[in-house]
């Protein structure tokens, strides 16, 4: 490894060191202290949401106890109230979904039918008129049986029952008109009047209806009544409006039915509720237990009321959704499942709370406080990494600057060095005497006097790129004509051309006006631009210096048949110091100062500088000056 390599590792090696003490090391800290003191805050703020929601819990159990045991309470006044339980109208809070009496493990729910025996004279007229119906085929005989039966009938479902009967022979006697009236009275017949099925008699009155094409209108007006009101209708009825033809029921009857398919569930399933009532380590008529599947979006709350005269035991299911409070729900899990929420405790056995939104009182601003010390910790961190990049450029910066003028002061040292060795050299050879002629001494002062112009030119270079940096190069412009220019700088580097060689073809444009322009300035530029021509001519040995008028500038074109360059390299070919990274331009000696002080002059004189080029085809380098001068 070279000694200059070694210093530039050891160097990184600074940088490096320079960058883990000044910035990762503080950085690494600061993220030490922020991450531990985010953890101990966050362990904090999970004991203080704990609380929070304990406290939240036991909030919304009393909450809940309270609304559950007013419900309660209401329903059994209701209920003292009536007469008779059974036919005791649907409760009017919404969040009751239903009350039945208990017999046992067995519901019997209000719209259930009591059983109880019709009266002597009913039941004989009406065994009567269906002999008269099914065993003699005498329609007419059966109309008036069922006529004597509804004149005997003592209670409404006996009425009904009686007019459903004489609706059926009047159609099979040939009176429909007749039968339609009376399907008509049986809409208006009450809930209660029930068959054993569980299906209102009105329900069949108005199936035939619809069967005989009869009041399609009315009957469609009455269901819509009955799916759209408050009264409880049985699942078998339910499902009898579902299936009746031309009739569309829409959402509100796809719920319903889901509602009593439930309560026939709960039927179904009471002994095991009651089971899980009666374990709860609460009173039984202070213990609510969820019913209903899991992932369900009705869940209700059962319970039971113990006998108290003159109500039987009762039983009472409450949708959870319209009891919670607004931000809660309250859920159940499958068996085997993990808990969801918090257990509400021993008065619900199996029920959770779930919060929805706000979830405590502080969580949002728990929330806000850890998103502003991240964001914090966030800023932190990315000016350290934005100071330790600043850092690093300024370092490199630092190191480039150092690389560069050391490659300057060696190029301007070789620049130096070599027209100083040929003056001493001729001027010693003189100076012995060892010059044979007078041609050959003229030889040796001409190329004294030229290398001594040239010494002056690159001394002139550095002065002036000194001048530009500190901003104190000043030009003196007066009306100039640039061929005049050109031909001073081609004399002054006749000899040298002459001696390595190269032809110059000089060109002038007739007729070119004269410019505002500092003479000695232009034509060092001229002489740089010539110099750099022949440094990258390769082994051509042709250049062509033109002087032209375009789009109203005097151009001075300076065109060489060499080595050329990249179209990556020419956008940086102007730029002080550069030199183009080629194998054969680092073999070429130069300072890298004399395309910037050409660049320089030209945007000094209100004109630009160009250069046109391609690997191994020669470059065309420009610099316009404009005729007319920009005040």
């Known amino acids: 490894m070279s000694a200059v390599a070694a210093m530039r590792v050891t160097r990184h090696k600074r940088q490096i060191f320079l960058f883990v003490i000044a910035i990762l090391v503080p950085a690494a800290v600061l993220v030490g202290l922020a991450g531990r003191m985010i953890y101990q805050d966050r362990e904090l703020a999970a004991k203080r949401e704990a609380d929070q929601q304990r406290t939240a819990v036991d909030q919304l159990r009393r909450e809940l106890v309270a609304h559950l045991e007013t419900v309660r309470l209401q329903e059994i006044n209701r209920l003292i109230r009536s007469v008779n339980v059974s036919r005791e109208p649907e409760s009017d809070n919404p969040a ?12 019997v729910f209000p719209w259930e039918t009591s059983g109880s025996a019709e009266s002597p004279a009913f039941a004989r007229h009406r065994r009567d008129g269906e002999a008269l119906e099914f065993g003699k085929k005498d329609a007419v005989g059966a109309a008036a049986a069922y006529r004597l039966a509804l004149a005997a009938a003592a209670r409404p479902s006996e009425i009904a029952e009686a007019r459903l009967l004489l609706a059926r022979a009047l159609s099979k006697a040939g009176q429909p008109d007749d039968a339609s009236r009376v399907y008509q009275t049986l809409l208006n017949a009450p809930p209660e009047a029930r068959d054993e099925q569980g299906v209102g008699v009105r329900f069949y009155a108005a199936e035939r209806l619809l069967a005989n094409g009869r009041e399609a209108a009315t009957v469609a007006a009455f269901l819509r009544r009955e799916v759209d009101g408050k009264g409880r209708l049985t699942l078998p009825e339910l499902y009898m409006i579902r299936s009746l033809p031309g009739i569309s029921t829409g959402q509100e009857m796809s719920g319903r039915i889901a509602e009593m398919e439930q309560v026939a569930a709960l039927a179904r399933d009471f002994p095991r509720v009651r089971a899980r009532i009666e374990a709860s380590t609460a009173p039984a008529e202070s213990a609510w237990v969820p019913y209903g599947p899991p992932s369900g979006e009705e869940l ?41 929420g918090h257990a509400l405790g021993e008065a619900f056995p199996g029920l959770y709370v779930e919060w ?18 991240m964001a914090a910790l966030a800023l932190v961190l990315g000016i350290a990494v934005f100071g330790g990049y600043l850092l690093l450029r300024d370092v490199n910066r630092d190191v480039r600057i150092a690389e560069v003028r050391s490659q ?27 010059s044979r002629d007078e041609r050959t001494k003229s030889e040796y002062l001409e190329t004294i006097v030229n290398e001594s112009e040239r010494l002056a030119r690159l001394v002139d270079n550095v002065l002036d790129f000194s001048k530009i940096e500190q901003g104190k190069k000043m030009y003196r412009l007066r009306p100039t004509r640039l061929e005049d220019v050109a031909s001073s700088a081609v004399r002054a580097l006749q000899f040298p051309l002459s001696q390595q060689g190269f032809h110059l073809h000089f060109a002038v444009e007739a007729e070119i006006p004269e410019v505002q322009a500092d003479a000695d300035a232009i034509q060092q530029a001229v002489l740089n631009l010539l110099t750099n021509a022949m440094k990258y001519s390769g082994d051509s040995r042709e250049i062509d210096l033109r002087v032209v008028a375009r789009n109203g500038d005097a151009v001075i074109e300076v065109v060489d048949h060499g080595l050329g360059l990249a179209p990556d390299e020419q956008k940086h070919v102007f730029e002080k110091f550069y030199r183009a990274p080629s194998h054969e331009s680092r073999l070429i000696a130069g300072t890298g100062l004399g395309l910037t002080l050409v660049a320089h002059i030209a945007t ?8 046109e080029s391609a690997p191994g085809a020669g470059s065309t380098f420009c610099m316009s000056i404009p005729i007319e001068a920009k005040q």
């Open 356 to 373: 929805s939104g706000k979830r405590t009182p502080d969580s949002v601003h728990e929330g806000l406080l850890f998103g502003i010390g």
């Open 408 to 434: 300057f002061v060696a190029s301007v040292s070789h620049e130096l060095k070599t027209p100083l060795t040929a003056i001493r050299m001729f001027a010693e050879t003189l100076a012995m005497g060892r």
């Open 604 to 611: 000094a004189h209100g004109g630009r500088v160009g250069v």
């Open 300 to 340: 209700w709350l059962v319970t039971m009321a113990l006998s108290q005269p003159p109500l039987p035991g009762l039983v009472m299911a409450v949708s959870s959704a319209k009891i919670s409070p607004p931000g809660v729900r309250l859920r159940t899990r499958a068996a085997g499942a993990p808990p969801l």
């Open 96 to 107: 009751v979904i239903l009350t039945a009496r208990l017999d046992g493990d067995r519901l």
